[in-house]
């Protein structure tokens, strides 16, 4: 496969579309972009994850810091896999009262873009990542692709 092979196309998509779609998650819950740090405070302190100030700027740069590494296609799989971890606990202890439906802010949106971040820890950062910069990634046209390996003993290579 190529860099512009569809499924190549399709993983740099995804990884690019959760990490972006975190970032203002994470950002809201610091007060940007139309949070408000009191409210972010006071949800987590009814969560009983006090002091609710520290937990949600925690929790607000983890999520805006771990968007920003899919985003650009840096340590993508161990950032998706933490997504993943970090969607989950929203769901479970964030928003469980609110039952499953998103228009009731319930579990549906969180285990969502948690299985959308298990699918980019399962394939990958696609082809065009900050991933790719080591060391051989540009001698391989699938950075996915795996090195050559050597013929085993008495088998034609």
């Known amino acids: 496969m190529t ?7 399709a993983a740099t998509l995804l990884r690019c579309t959760v990490g ?4 203002p998650h994470g950002l809201q819950k610091l007060g940007f972009i139309g949070g408000n740090r009191a409210f972010e405070t006071q949800a987590f302190n009814t969560l009983g994850l006090r002091p609710g100030n520290v937990w949600s700027a925690i929790a607000g740069v983890t999520q805006a810091g771990l968007g920003l590494l899919l985003l650009i296609g840096l340590f993508t799989r161990p950032a998706a896999a933490l997504t993943a971890v ?5 769901a479970l202890v964030g928003v469980r009262k609110n039952g499953w439906y998103w228009h009731n802010h319930g579990m549906e949106f969180a285990f969502f873009w ?13 082809p065009w990542a900050l991933d790719h910069l ?3 990634a540009h001698e391989r046209t699938n950075p996915h692709e795996l090195p050559p390996r050597a013929p085993l003993a008495g088998r034609p290579g």
């Open 86 to 90: 970090f969607m989950v606990f929203a």
């Open 20 to 23: 972006a779609f975190m970032i």
């Open 134 to 136: 080591g060391a051989g």
């Open 114 to 126: 948690a299985l959308a971040a298990i699918v980019v820890a399962l394939l990958g950062s696609g």
């Open 3 to 9: 860099s512009t092979d569809p499924p190549m196309i």
